[in-house]
């Protein structure tokens, strides 16, 4: 069993909170696994051609390309994305877009695979998180667990952080903020994120070795969307 992880984070990974989550995920999972980070990537969104209709193989030709044979031949996968005004990042967007490829004439390429969403930011990854997860859920892939941190907001490090009057930091903690380099967020020294990253691996790992059955997550995933679409009219 192999387990594609996949951090959207366009900082690099020994700054990224997204990549050391995700990291984190994959190492506890006990299973073979690759990582693939997103930064200095060129990926564009899913352009409406319907050129994958017939093969259910995408035509836009840019970075993400080389990503599919690794997407379809995975396991699982784990895939992270810091926040970005409050949603995923543009890069991890355009990435989950492209899942469209797989989604034609029942092609069953990603049906029943199961998934751990990651989410940092500058308070909580949580919308992140939700927002991946309702992406794997269109492709029928399970969601076994969602993981999310607090990560450095972009103002603890711009230079501008301790006077801007519209960032975030002073709009957090007030004037004469300081900063410290022992407060600026970091997911490795957020005890329960590790924790819980950990736990989301060893999760992921246990149902991926005891030979879980695909037909029985992909139909519980359609009728969990079938219930969505329905609801929703």
Not at 131 to 158: D, L, M, P, R, W
Not at 170 to 187: A, L, T
Request: hydrophobic share 35%.
């Amino acid at each position: 069993m192999k387990i594609l992880g996949i951090s959207g984070s366009g900082r690099a990974p020994e700054v990224s909170g997204v990549y050391k989550l995700v990291q984190t995920i994959l190492e506890a999972s006990g299973c073979d696994y690759e990582l693939v980070t997103l930064r200095g990537k060129n990926i564009g969104g899913c352009t409406a051609c319907l050129g994958c209709v017939k093969d259910n193989v995408c035509k836009v030709q840019d970075d993400m390309a080389p990503l599919r044979d690794k997407i379809v031949e995975a396991d699982a996968y784990v895939i992270g994305a810091p926040n970005y005004y409050s949603g995923i990042n543009a890069l991890t967007h355009a990435l989950l877009e492209r899942l469209y490829q797989f989604r034609h004439q029942e092609a069953d390429l990603l049906w029943g695979k199961l998934a751990v969403a990651v989410g940092v930011g500058g308070s909580s990854g949580n919308l992140c998180c939700d927002e991946i997860e309702k992406f794997f859920s269109y492709s029928f892939i399970e969601t076994v667990a969602k993981v999310s941190g607090q990560g450095a907001a972009s103002c603890y490090t711009c230079g501008y952080g301790e006077t801007c009057k519209v960032g975030a930091l002073i709009m957090i903690y007030g004037e004469g903020v300081k900063i410290r380099q022992e407060d600026i967020p970091d997911v490795t020294k957020q005890p329960e994120v590790v924790a819980a990253a950990a736990e989301a691996g060893k999760l992921l790992g246990q149902r991926l070795r005891h030979g879980y059955d695909r037909r029985e997550v992909t139909e519980k995933m359609q009728k969990l969307m079938m219930e969505k679409f329905k609801s929703s009219t």
